[in-house]
């Protein structure tokens, strides 16, 4: 439970949070406007991307890992 206490692991999961509530919210409305499911299937990609790249800085914060040499996954 090492890394659960940790502050920035709990703000990085809410803002996480935020922002793929507000995506999908906004690739909701985006497809009831044009009435097509392509921005919807573009933003859930996206989204998805985001949701498992933070997961694993998280993971990488609790265990104390630093990703090198790989630039999808190293922080900024």
């Known amino acids: 439970m090492h890394g659960i206490a ?4 709990l703000l990085s999961g809410w803002a996480t949070d935020v922002v793929a509530s507000s995506a999908v919210t ?3 409305m985006l ?3 044009f009435e ?9 990609t ?3 991307v985001h949701v498992i790249k933070e997961a694993i800085a998280t ?7 630093e990703r090198v040499g ?3 996954l190293q922080k900024t």
């Open 6 to 9: 940790n502050g920035a692991a």
């Open 26 to 28: 906004g690739a909701g």
């Open 31 to 33: 497809e009831l406007w």
């Open 36 to 44: 097509s499911p392509y921005q919807d299937f573009a933003i859930g």
């Open 46 to 48: 996206l989204t998805g």
């Open 59 to 65: 993971q990488d914060d609790a265990h104390g890992v």
């Open 70 to 72: 790989t630039p999808f």
